[in-house]
Each structure stands twice: as structure tokens, then as C-alpha cells.
């Protein structure tokens, strides 16, 4: 690493940093374990964690630029990113909760219940077909083998937040396909 990157103040790195790796290495040194730590405060999940804390750094190399021009300060910035990521996976849980509450048809009578999900077995498998095989793998994983979404991501090799896109997106397909008998 260049000698003194370290010593150079936020705005000296971001200007360097368009053209060095080693300059956005050290702002990313410099502020990673802050974000994480922040973004754990909101989602008390270290994977999904890490993945805002990643998210930030990404969304920092498209703003670079920007930032550099702008002589904004990096920190607030940064902090600000991290919580629009982190209250976006709030909401995308949120979401999958309700979903879930939904679809599940919640009977006084279990065998009722049962039978109900029995009379639509094909239409749910019909409707599982027609998930590309990422999304259908998710479903199954989470729903039959009951595993976590980082159980999945380590089972698949993604990452947490992968999984959780793909599991929001074959909900909405599946709760479109199935809307005729769902409760």
C-alpha cells in the first residue's frame, strides 16, 4: 500500500480514489466496521450486515466522482447510504412476514385446513414450476427443509441478500399465480 494513504484526510483519498485502489481500500479500512456495526444496530443479523456494509462501499465507487467534486464530508454520506440500505431489508422482511401470515390459512379445524391445502396441491405445484430454479430452490429450502436465509446462502453460496430478493420475488409470483385460492 502507497506510504501515508493512511495519514490523508477523507477528501484527499476520494479524489485519489477514481484512479487508486489503494486509496478506496483505505477509506473502506477506514469506515467498514463502523457501517457494519451500524447496520447491525437495525437488522441484529451480522450477514445482512455485512451485505449493507458491502452495499455501501458499492454504491461508493458509482458516487466517487461525485463526491470528489462535490467536496461532500464522507462519513455522513456513508451512514446515510447504510440506513437506506438497512431500512430497505427491514421493509423487504416486513413484507415477507405479511406474506407469510397471509398465505398460510390459519383453521380452527386443522384437518379442514389440510384438506383445503390438499385440494390445491396441483395448483400450488403448477405455480412452483414456473419459478426459475434460483427462486424455486430458495422456496424450497426455506419452506420444506425450514433453513434460515443464511442457512440458504451458505447452502447456495450467495449471499443472504440474494436470497432474501429471490424468496420476495417468488413470493409476489406465486401469491399472483395462486391469487384465485388464497384466502
Known amino acids: 500500500m502507497e506510504t501515508g494513504l493512511e495519514e490523508r484526510n477523507d477528501q484527499e483519498l476520494l479524489e485519489l480514489a477514481r484512479t487508486d485502489s489503494q486509496a478506496f481500500t483505505v477509506l473502506y479500512s477506514r469506515y467498514y466496521r463502523h457501517l457494519r456495526a451500524y ?22 465507487t458509482g458516487h466517487l466522482g461525485w463526491l470528489a467534486v462535490a467536496h461532500r464530508p464522507l462519513a455522513p454520506w456513508l451512514f446515510r447510504v447504510a440506513h437506506n440500505v438497512a431500512v430497505d431489508e427491514l421493509r423487504r422482511r416486513s413484507h415477507t412476514q405479511t406474506l407469510v401470515q397471509e398465505t398460510v390459512a390459519v383453521s380452527a379445524d386443522p384437518d379442514e385446513t ?6 390445491h396441491v396441483q395448483d400450488i405445484r403448477n405455480a412452483m414450476s414456473a419459478l426459475p430454479p434460483f427462486e424455486y430452490t430458495c422456496v424450497t429450502l426455506s419452506f420444506m427443509e425450514h433453513k434460515t ?35
Do not use: W
Open 114 to 119: 389440510t384438506e383445503d391445502i390438499q385440494s
Open 39 to 60: 447496520a447491525m444496530s437495525f437488522l441484529k443479523d451480522a450477514d445482512l450486515a455485512d451485505d449493507v456494509a458491502e452495499e455501501t462501499f458499492v454504491r461508493l
Open 149 to 183: 436465509t443464511a442457512e440458504i446462502s451458505r447452502q447456495l453460496g450467495c449471499t443472504p441478500r440474494q436470497v432474501t430478493l429471490a424468496l420476495n420475488y417468488a413470493y409476489k409470483v406465486l401469491r399472483h399465480a395462486l391469487s384465485d385460492i388464497l384466502p
